[in-house]
């Protein structure tokens, strides 16, 4: 599972472990650990979407295989069941 971090036509930067896009930093409490390293800046292809895993410093996302078609997304995660003290439903936001 990966979460969709650009779209269509944004722009992502990363700067010291930071994500920009759009060049506005993106708050990211969900974050396993403290990312490092940088990468971009790179442009999201039209009916193409950027994923990203939660744990990024041990994560193969777009940064390894680029941008992902919107074509190949086959869902989304609608609960967290592990561990279980962090089990939640998801909002669409999440």
């Not at 944004?10 to 930071?18: A, E, Q």
């Not at 777009?62 to 069941?81: C, D, H, M, N, T």
Request: proline share 10%; net charge neutral; glycine share 10%.
């Amino acid at each position: 599972i990966k979460r969709i971090i650009g779209l269509p036509g944004d722009v992502l930067l990363i700067r010291d472990g930071k994500l920009y896009v759009n060049e506005r930093q993106m708050s990211e409490p969900y974050i396993n650990g403290t990312p490092q390293g940088n990468y971009g800046p790179f442009t999201v292809p039209e009916d193409s979407v950027f994923v990203m895993g939660d744990n990024r410093n041990n994560s193969e996302d777009s940064r390894a295989f680029g941008p992902l078609k919107k074509e190949f997304i086959v869902g989304q995660a609608l609960l967290i069941y592990w561990p279980i003290p962090h089990a939640r439903i998801l909002m669409p936001s999440q």
